[in-house]
């Protein structure tokens, strides 16, 4: 099938490290994606990590893929309630153009 | 400013009353597209567009339209809403669809709501 597959809901307290877990179906994907979005807003990119890598750090965030498991993590250290929002992964298909599935989203709430 | 214009915010219609939906950016992109979001479902794709004149179905087309008569605008166009097309749609952009790893830009969505 072409799902990607998330959790719906994370809950953690302020300062603790988040992650928020993906699984994808097509071993082709070349890019994996994290996007977030803020209520009454559209989605921003935060970071994405080609295929052949395994880890990607950015500041705060960290991306791990395991391609054998079609496994993608996002990892937010010291979580800030500024990052309460949806996250959405997303897996990009090659064939003409950059086709983007994305996940059902996960919510992630912090709380003080 | 760069950016992708979405208008209205918000929309509630009545069923069969044809609507179009607005988006226009100002980054000289090639590639738009349009998508739905739904509770538990995501971000599904319904109709894309790689340059002027040129319109592709994406994964949930029915019910919709899109023209590309200029390179900065992609109307969404319903001719006859139906209830099940209440949704939340963003419209996307980016500079070229070739790259996989082109960043999209969205919009900051529609919220239609078809009674």
């Known amino acids: 099938g072409e799902d990607v597959e998330q959790s719906l809901f994370l809950s953690v307290r302020e300062g603790d490290s988040s992650v928020i877990n993906c699984t994808y179906t097509?071993?082709?994907?070349?890019?994996l994606y994290w996007y977030k979005q803020e209520p009454g807003a559209g989605l921003q990119l935060l970071t994405y990590?080609?295929?052949?890598?395994d880890m990607k750090q950015d500041q705060r965030l960290t991306v791990l893929l395991n391609k054998k498991d079609k496994h993608l993590s996002l990892r937010i250290a010291d979580t800030q309630t500024g990052d309460s929002a949806i996250y959405f992964c997303?897996?990009?298909?090659?064939?003409?153009?950059?086709?983007?599935?994305f996940g059902a989203g996960t919510r992630l709430a912090v709380h003080p | 400013e760069a950016q992708v214009t979405q208008n209205p915010r918000y929309l509630i219609t009545v069923t069969g009353k044809k609507l179009t939906v607005t988006c226009s950016q100002n980054?000289?992109?090639?590639?738009m597209s349009w998508y739905r979001q739904d509770p538990g479902l995501g971000l599904r794709q319904i109709y894309y567009?790689?340059?002027?004149?040129?319109?592709d179905k994406g994964d949930v087309p029915e019910g919709y339209k899109v023209s590309r008569k200029e390179k900065r605008n992609f109307p969404l166009i319903l001719e006859s809403p139906s209830p099940n097309q209440t949704s939340l749609y963003f419209c996307?952009?980016?500079?070229?669809?070739?790259?996989?790893?082109?960043?999209?830009?969205f919009g900051s969505g529609t919220q239609l709501s078809v009674l």
């Open positions: 996307a952009s980016s500079r070229s669809p070739g790259q996989s790893n082109e960043k999209l830009f």
């Open positions: 097509d071993s082709s994907s070349t890019y």
């Open positions: 990590i080609f295929s052949n890598m």
């Open positions: 997303a897996e990009s298909r090659s064939g003409g153009y950059n086709k983007l599935i």
């Open positions: 980054m000289n992109h090639e590639y």
């Open positions: 567009s790689m340059n002027v004149e040129v319109t």
